[in-house]
Each structure stands twice: as structure tokens, then as C-alpha cells.
């Protein structure tokens, strides 16, 4: 598919708003700055409640588990035991389908059904492949590839004149070997097999802040979070976030440097959902396994979601290595509006503009940090 090579340029604020926004930002830094729970420009942006008032209506927000942290490395047990279980994810880039306006931040929804789009030249079939997998081999584990084509035809009612078209044979084959390589992350600290739901980010109103983990007090420019939920013992997403095994969350650290090609394909998106609740397919697919760093020492904790309800149901696996990001890519990220399209902006000091979308880190208190590899 053709790559659009246009770079992403945000629209030009005029040269007072331009001097407003400094200002503000600046004034904001300084109260930040003498309070460091402070994280007023987020409540201004999202219209959300400061995170040190969550708990008034999400009482778990006042837990004992709760993400994010800030990581002393110096505090960190090295386990053996996560050596010997080795990360291992399967991802399929096709099932990435849209990225969406929260109104917090972007979020790139994963296909977790399933469920596929086959479009080749003379033929476009939707194919569940869950259902497709149960039909042909009963939900067990033969490799689709030393079926046949007759198999195939029969599974989707082709015509032998329609498989003559090695295009279509070889796109039904790709879903097929979907089947069997379902979205899956598995070993390390996890007991069960999980799938990825969604990947979305968090970033702050410039570069010197933006993650919600910190590494040992140091703040990185963003912070991409894999999430995905325990399909060995859940049926859904929703029902696993309601158990203390429920998630599993990698987080990968952002800083600044050049421009990430993945990410990339989510930037050239952004002029389409600038305001929330706005959301456009996936025209590139988006290889989550791209956006790991090449180095997989992690640190992991037992934690939170970090949005209300704050529910205790993460295993975080938070990398070491930093991803590179660029300040253009940065900026796209801090041109999302909170608010919907023909609403008012709610905020006419920053445009409505989604710049600190992250939580503040909280106590580890007594619970334990493990750490896998040194690098
Ligand atoms: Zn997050």
C-alpha cells in the first residue's frame, strides 16, 4: 500500500494565540512545578476531575494497588523465574481497525473477535474466523497450511473458477492463518494467555514530561500502553477488568529523538479525528510489535488502570528501553481536541487541547517490584 509521504504539519496558531498558549503553559508549569500533584492543565483540557480527586467517586483510586509508580530500580528484585518464562506476543498488524478521539487521547482499537476483512480483486468476504476455525477443525490446532485449497473452497463456498485466482487463494489462506495466530501475549510474570485489546498513549504539554511511570524520579516525554486481558479465564475485556489477574499492560516509554514510522501511520490520521468521538479505519495496518523497544528487559508490578475507575486489575510490564519519538510526531499528539465537533471549546486558553493526559505516579507502597534482564 502507498505510503503517504506528506509529514504531519499542525495547524498554525495565530502569533497571539501562539503567545497566550506559551504563557499559560508556562504559568501552569510553575504551579506544577510547586506542587507536584498538580496536573491542572489535564482537569482544564478533558474537563475531568484532578486525579487526586478521583476517589471521591471511584473509591479504588484511593487503593493500595494503584499505577502509575515511580520505578527505583535500586528497589527492583531480579527473578530468575521470569528468565526461564520468556515475554512471547503474537500479533496480527491486520487486526489493527481504527484509531479513535477519546477525548483524552488517541486510542487504536484491535479487532479482538477475530473477525476479518478480505477485499482482492474480484471478490470482497467477511470472514469470522473464530467461526471459520470452530467449522473446519473443530477448534483444535492444525496448521491451515497443509490443507488444501479444496478445504478452503468448501469452508467458503467458492467456486473452483473463483480459487483459480491465486490472489484470492492466497488472501483466504492469510485469514485462515490468522485463525491460528490469534492476538496473544503470554510468559513473564503471566500465569494465562492474553490478548490485546487496544494500544493508546500519554503524553504531556512538552517533552520534559508526559509518562506516567517514572524511572527512579525521571519523567520520559510519553508513554504507549498495550492493554490486554486474560482470554484464558474471561470472555471479554469489560468482564476481566472486574478480577486482580484481569489485565495485562506493556508499557513503553517515549523520548524524544526520530521519527517512529509506526506511529507515524497513527499521526498522518490525526487531522481526521482532531475532536473527540471522531474516528477513522486504519488505512496502513499498525504492527504493535513494532512499538516495543529491540531490548526486553522489563520491570513489572502488580497495579491499575490509571483512568477512573482505577480498577486494581494490572499486571504492568513496563520496558526499560525508551522508544524514539519524534517533537513533530509529539506535537500531532497535542493537536486533539477534547471536544466534540459544533461543540464549544470548553477551554479558551488552550483551544480544548488533550496535552497532559497522564496520572501522577503513587505509592509502590509494600508490594513488589521484579525486574527481568539488566539492560
Ligand atoms: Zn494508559
Known amino acids: ?17 501562539k503567545q497566550r498558549r506559551v ?39 484511593a487503593g493500595s494497588r494503584q499505577s502509575p509508580v515511580d520505578i527505583v530500580t535500586s528497589l527492583a528484585t531480579s527473578d530468575t523465574s521470569l528468565d ?16 479513535v478521539n ?31 476455525y470452530e467449522s473446519v477443525w473443530g477448534g483444535g490446532c492444525i496448521d491451515p497450511r497443509i490443507l488444501g485449497l479444496g478445504i478452503i473452497r468448501r469452508t467458503f463456498g467458492l467456486s473452483e473458477r473463483k480459487l483459480e485466482d491465486i490472489s484470492v487463494a492466497r488472501a483466504l489462506l492469510h485469514v485462515l492463518l490468522g485463525c491460528s495466530s490469534k492476538e496473544e501475549l503470554v510468559g513473564g510474570p503471566l500465569e494465562d494467555s492474553y490478548r490485546l485489546q487496544q494500544f493508546h498513549c500519554h503524553w504531556g504539554f512538552s517533552s520534559d514530561k ?20 486474560n482470554s484464558s479465564k474471561y470472555r471479554s475485556c469489560g468482564e476481566a477488568a472486574g478480577y486482580p489477574d484481569g489485565l495485562a499492560v506493556l508499557g513503553v516509554l517515549l523520548k524524544v529523538g526520530k521519527e517512529n514510522p509506526e506511529l507515524q501511520k497513527i499521526v498522518e490520521l490525526i487531522p481526521s ?5 471522531q474516528k477513522i479505519a486504519v488505512k496502513e495496518p499498525i504492527d504493535p510489535a513494532s512499538l516495543l523497544p529491540e531490548t526486553l528487559s522489563y520491570w513489572t508490578y ?43 471549546c470548553p477551554c479558551d486558553e488552550l483551544e480544548g487541547l488533550i496535552i497532559n493526559n497522564y496520572r501522577p505516579p503513587l505509592p509502590l507502597g509494600n508490594r513488589e517490584l521484579r525486574e527481568c534482564g539488566s539492560a
Request: hydrophobic share 35%; glycine share 8%.
Open 23 to 61: 504563557k499559560v503553559c508556562l504559568e501552569l508549569r510553575e504551579k506544577a512545578n510547586e506542587d507536584p500533584t498538580f496536573t491542572g492543565i489535564s482537569r482544564i483540557i478533558t474537563g475531568d476531575e484532578r486525579p487526586s480527586t478521583w476517589a471521591k467517586n471511584y473509591p479504588t483510586a
Open 210 to 229: 508526559g509518562s506516567e511511570h517514572t524511572v527512579d524520579g525521571q519523567s520520559f516525554a510519553g508513554e504507549l500502553h498495550l492493554v490486554h486481558w
Open 302 to 344: 502488580l497495579g491499575s488502570l490509571t483512568t477512573p475507575p482505577c480498577s486494581e486489575c494490572v499486571t504492568w510490564i513496563l520496558f526499560k528501553e525508551a522508544i524514539e519519538v519524534s517533537e513533530d510526531q509529539l506535537a500531532a499528539f497535542r493537536s486533539l481536541r477534547c471536544y466534540k465537533p459544533g461543540e464549544a
Open 1 to 17: 500500500m502507498r505510503r503517504i509521504a506528506a509529514k504531519f504539519v499542525p495547524r498554525p496558531f495565530k502569533n497571539d494565540q
Open 273 to 277: 479525528i482532531y475532536h473527540r468521538g
Open 102 to 132: 477519546t477525548g483524552h487521547g488517541w486510542r487504536v482499537d484491535i479487532d479482538g473477535e477475530g473477525s476479518g476483512y478480505l477485499i482482492t480483486r474480484n471478490l470482497k468476504i467477511k470472514v469470522k474466523l473464530s467461526l471459520c
Open 84 to 99: 526461564s518464562k520468556p515475554l512471547t506476543w503474537n500479533y496480527v498488524p491486520e487486526n489493527t481497525r481504527e484509531v
